[in-house]
C-alpha cells in the first residue's frame, strides 16, 4: 500500500505558529495514547528547553471493568513519554472506566471537581485538551470536564484543544477528507491528512525539526496494545492546535442532522451497501458501547 501524508499547501505567511517556551505544562487525555497524539511534539519542545510536563489520563484502559487501571497501556505510556525524558512521577490516571466511565451527570461533577483541585495545586501556563468534535465519546467529555473545571478554578493559564478524529465533512473547510475519499476507489493508493478542525477558529501549528517528527512517531510506536501502523498512519505528523473558545455542549460540536455523516449512516442499514461505505467512511458515529450516545445525553449544568 502506498500512503501519500498531506501537508498544509497554504503560505506560510497565512499560518500561525505557537511558541514554546520553558512552560509548566498539562495534558489532559481521555486514553494512554491520546496524550501523544495531541502534543507530543510540543512536549519534547518544552523539556527541551527547560519547562515541566504533567500528563493526566482519564480513563483506566481497560474495558468496563469498574475503574481497575489497565497496567500493560500504564507502562505503554511510561515507555512512550520516558522517550522526551517525562519521569513516572509526572504522569497520572484518574482511572475512570474505560466503556461505562463519566456517562451520567454525577460523576461527571465528581471529575470535575477532581480536576478543579488539580488546577488549584499548580501553576499551569498551558493546558491541552481533546477538540470537542464528535469522533469519540471520551473525548469530548474530557474536553467539557476539564474546561469546565478550568473556569470554575479561575486559573490564568491558556487552554487549547488538539483534533483527532470525527465523522464532519465539508468541500469547503475539510477537502481533504474527500480526498482521501477518492484515493481509496485507487488500488494500491491511499491519501492520509493530519488530523482536521471541524469549525472556523485560531489555528496554531506547532514547527517542527524531522528529528522531533520522527521522535513523536517513535512514542507512538510504543503503544504495542493498538494497531500501531494505523497510528502512524492517521496520527504520526506535527502537532496542531486551536484556542479554546467555549461550546453549548447542549448542541453536537457540527450540525449532525444536516450532516453527510446523517446519510451514511442512514445508508449503513443497507445490506447491499454496509461494507463498501465502512471501507470508505470508518466510523461515521462517536464512538462509544451505544454508538447513538453523544454529550448532549447528559444532564449537564453549563
Avoid at 63 to 74: A, L, Y
Avoid at 99 to 123: H, P, R, W
Wanted: proline residues 4%; glycine residues 6%; contains cysteine.
Amino acid at each position: 500500500m502506498y500512503y501519500m501524508h498531506y501537508r498544509v499547501n497554504i503560505n506560510t505567511e497565512a499560518k500561525e505558529y505557537i511558541t514554546v517556551n520553558d512552560d509548566n505544562i498539562v495534558i489532559f487525555a481521555a486514553h494512554q495514547d491520546d496524550g501523544v497524539i495531541m502534543t507530543g511534539g510540543y512536549a519534547m519542545q518544552a523539556i527541551k528547553k527547560g519547562g515541566k510536563v504533567n500528563v493526566f489520563y482519564m480513563f483506566d484502559g481497560e474495558p468496563g471493568n469498574g475503574r481497575k487501571r489497565n497496567i500493560i497501556r500504564m507502562n505503554e505510556s511510561f515507555s512512550a513519554w520516558e522517550l522526551i525524558g517525562i519521569e513516572k512521577g509526572n504522569i497520572h490516571f484518574l482511572d475512570y472506566d474505560e466503556y461505562y466511565g463519566l456517562s451520567d451527570a454525577a460523576e461527571v461533577e465528581e471529575c470535575i471537581d477532581e480536576v478543579v483541585d488539580i488546577f488549584k495545586e499548580n501553576n499551569f501556563d498551558k493546558i491541552f485538551i481533546p477538540l470537542y468534535e464528535g469522533g469519540h465519546y471520551q473525548h469530548d467529555i474530557t474536553n467539557y470536564i476539564v474546561s469546565r473545571a478550568y473556569i470554575r478554578s479561575g486559573i490564568n493559564g491558556k487552554i487549547y484543544e488538539c483534533p483527532e478524529y470525527n465523522a464532519y465533512y465539508s468541500i469547503k473547510n475539510t477537502p481533504e477528507k474527500f480526498l482521501s475519499l477518492l484515493s481509496k476507489l485507487v488500488p494500491l493508493c491511499e491519501y492520509r491528512s493530519s488530523p482536521l478542525f471541524i469549525r472556523e477558529g485560531s489555528r496554531l501549528y506547532l514547527v517542527m525539526s524531522d528529528e522531533e517528527l520522527m521522535l513523536k512517531r517513535e512514542m507512538l510506536q510504543a503503544f504495542k496494545t493498538q494497531d500501531v501502523e494505523r497510528l502512524l498512519i492517521l496520527y504520526g505528523f506535527k502537532d496542531s492546535y486551536q484556542a479554546y473558545t467555549g461550546y453549548d455542549y447542549s448542541k453536537p460540536p457540527f450540525d449532525y442532522e444536516n450532516s453527510l455523516a446523517k446519510v451514511v449512516n442512514n445508508l449503513k442499514t443497507v445490506p447491499v451497501l454496509r461494507s463498501i461505505l465502512w471501507t470508505l467512511f470508518d466510523k461515521t458515529k462517536t464512538r462509544h458501547p451505544d454508538p447513538d450516545f453523544m454529550i448532549t445525553r447528559i444532564a449537564i449544568d453549563e
